[in-house]
C-alpha cells in the first residue's frame, strides 16, 4: 500500500483541502503516513498570502529532493494549492524533481494525479486551470485520527474571494466567489453530526459573502444568515463557528443572529487590517474606522462576553507614524482578545506592490514588535478576567503542549487545559479557571460545586 505525507502551510482553508486530498488517497488505498521519511508521496499544500510563506514550502522542496531523490528515486514530490496556482509550471522549470503542481480548483483531482505518476501513466503534471463547480468538491473528511471520534469539523462553504484588497494575492489564486448550495452543506453537516461531531466551522475567504450572488434576501436576511439558521437546524450539533468574515458583512442582520441562534457561539474573528481611515482606503477595505468600531459595539450589545480576535497589517504602502499610531488606539478601543499581526509582504500582480512609498522592513519589523506587545498586555489583561469564573468548554481532546492533559474551548474561542481524561472527549461540561498562561486559560471540572 503506498504512502502519502502531506504538509500544509497558511490558513484553515487550507487545512480542509489537505483534508479533502488526504480522504480521496484514502478511498484510493493509500496509507497516511505519519511524516515525510517513509510516505511514497509528499505534497506540499502551499499558501501565497505572504512571502515568508512561499519561501518556506520552496525551502522545504529544495531539501526534499536533494535529499531524497538520491536515495528514493521513485518518490513522488508535488505542490498543492496557492503557489502552485500563481507558479505553476515554472515550480518544476525551477525545481525539475517536483512531479506534480495542483492549483487551487484541482484538489479533487489529485488524487488521480498521484496514481497515474506512481504507476507511470504520466510523467509530469500541471493542472492549474480554472474548473467550474469545483466549489462543491471540497467535501470528504478524515475525521479523527488515533481511532479516536473528531468533535470538531471543517466545512467549506465557498471557495475564492471578490473584494480584491489592494494587498492580496488571494482573489488571484483562488479565483472569483463561488459558493455551494445551502442543500449540499446541510448535508454534510448532518453527515458529520451523525459522526460525532459536535461543532462546526464554515471556511470561506470571506464567509458573510456566502451565495450573494446566487440566493435573494429572505425577511431582510442574507444568504450566509440563512445558510446560519439551516445549519443551526440540525439536531446534534452543539456548535457554530465561521471564519473569516469581512466587516461589511456584518449587517443588522447577522449581529442580531447572534442572541437569537444559540449554537452560534460568542466569538468572532473579524479581520479590521488598520485603525486608520487613509490606509483602509488605500487598502480597498470598503469600511471606516468607525463603521468598525460600531459593528463591534452592536455586537457586545446583543453578547457583552463575545470574544473578539482580528487581523492586522503594519507596514502597509504610506503608513506613517501617525497612521500606526490609529490602529494602536483602535486595538485599545475595540478590546480584542487577540490579534495576528502581519508585517506587509508586496505580492506579486497586486496593487500595493507599486505603490509609492513603501515602508522599510526595519520600520515594519518595529511597528509589529510595539503592537504585539500591546496585544500581548491587552490580552493578559483580559484573560486574567477569567480567574475564578466559571467557563461551559467542548472538550477537544489531549493538550498538543502536553497530552497528560485535556483541552477544551469556551464558546468565545479561547483554550481551556485541565486535568481529564479521554472519557471526557467530545463532552460540553463547566469549568472553573484557576489560573492563566499565555493565551491560554487553565481549569479544573467544577463537577463537585
Ligand atoms: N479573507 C480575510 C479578509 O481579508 O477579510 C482574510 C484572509 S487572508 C488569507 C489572512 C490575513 O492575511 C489577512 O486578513 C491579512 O491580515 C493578511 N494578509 C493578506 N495579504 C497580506 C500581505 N500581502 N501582507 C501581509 N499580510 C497579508
Not at 86 to 96: A, F, V
Not at 273 to 286: A, E, F, I, T, V
Request: proline share 4%.
Amino acid at each position: 500500500m503506498p504512502s502519502v505525507f502531506i504538509k500544509t502551510y497558511g490558513c484553515q482553508m487550507n487545512e480542509r483541502d489537505s483534508e479533502q486530498v488526504a480522504s480521496q488517497l484514502v478511498a484510493k488505498g493509500y496509507a497516511l503516513a505519519p511524516s515525510e521519511a517513509m510516505a511514497d508521496v509528499i505534497l506540499l499544500n502551499t499558501c501565497s498570502v505572504r512571502d515568508a510563506a512561499e519561501q518556506k514550502a520552496y525551502g522545504k522542496m529544495q531539501t526534499l529532493a536533494k535529499e531524497l531523490r538520491r536515495t528514493r528515486p521513485d518518490v513522488v514530490l508535488g505542490f498543492m494549492g496557492c503557489m502552485a496556482q500563481s507558479r505553476g509550471k515554472e515550480l518544476i522549470d525551477r525545481l525539475p524533481d517536483v512531479d506534480l503542481v495542483v492549483g487551487t480548483q484541482k484538489f479533487h483531482r489529485a488524487a488521480d494525479y498521484v496514481d497515474d505518476i506512481l504507476n507511470g501513466k504520466r510523467n509530469k503534471v500541471v493542472d492549474v486551470e480554472e474548473e467550474t463547480g469545483s466549489q462543491a468538491t471540497i467535501r470528504e473528511h478524515v475525521l479523527g485520527g488515533n481511532g479516536h471520534r473528531a468533535v470538531t469539523a471543517f466545512v467549506s462553504i465557498m471557495q475564492g474571494c471578490n473584494q480584491y484588497c489592494t494587498f492580496c494575492i488571494v482573489p488571484y489564486t483562488r479565483g472569483t466567489e463561488r459558493s455551494r448550495t445551502i442543500a449540499d452543506i446541510v448535508c454534510e453537516c448532518r453527515e458529520l453530526v451523525a459522526q460525532g461531531v459536535k461543532e462546526i466551522t464554515l471556511l470561506g475567504q470571506i464567509v458573510t459573502s456566502y451565495a450573494k450572488r446566487d440566493l435573494p434576501l429572505q425577511n431582510g436576511k442574507s444568504p450566509f444568515v440563512q445558510l446560519l439558521e439551516a445549519v443551526h437546524n440540525i439536531d446534534g450539533l452543539e456548535r457554530i463557528r465561521f471564519t473569516s468574515p469581512h466587516p461589511k458583512g456584518y449587517g443588522d442582520d447577522l449581529v442580531e443572529a447572534y442572541g437569537r441562534l444559540p449554537k452560534l457561539v460568542e466569538s468572532a474573528h473579524i479581520p479590521v487590517q488598520s485603525g486608520s481611515n487613509r490606509m483602509l482606503k488605500l487598502m480597498h477595505r470598503g469600511y471606516t474606522r468607525e463603521r468598525f468600531l460600531g459593528i463591534i459595539e452592536k455586537l457586545r450589545k446583543v453578547q457583552p462576553g463575545i470574544g473578539i480576535t482580528t487581523d492586522i497589517i503594519v507596514g502597509f504602502p504610506g503608513e506613517t507614524e501617525e497612521d500606526f499610531e490609529q490602529t494602536v488606539s483602535l486595538v485599545r478601543e475595540a478590546e480584542f482578545e487577540n490579534a495576528f499581526i502581519f508585517k506587509y509582504s508586496p505580492r506579486k500582480d497586486t496593487p500595493a506592490a507599486t505603490m509609492p512609498d513603501q515602508v522599510p522592513q526595519l520600520v515594519k519589523e518595529e511597528r509589529n514588535h510595539r503592537l504585539l506587545q500591546f496585544m500581548n498586555e491587552l490580552g493578559s489583561r483580559k484573560y486574567n478576567q477569567f480567574i475564578g469564573r466559571h467557563v461551559q468548554i467542548l472538550v477537544e481532546g489531549p493538550s498538543k503542549r502536553n497530552a497528560a492533559r485535556m483541552s477544551g474551548r469556551t464558546r468565545c474561542n479561547k483554550i481551556v487545559v485541565f486535568d481529564g481524561s479521554e472519557r471526557h472527549r467530545g463532552q460540553v461540561m463547566d469549568v472553573k479557571i484557576t489560573r492563566v498562561g499565555s493565551f491560554t486559560l487553565y481549569g479544573d471540572p467544577a463537577i463537585l460545586e
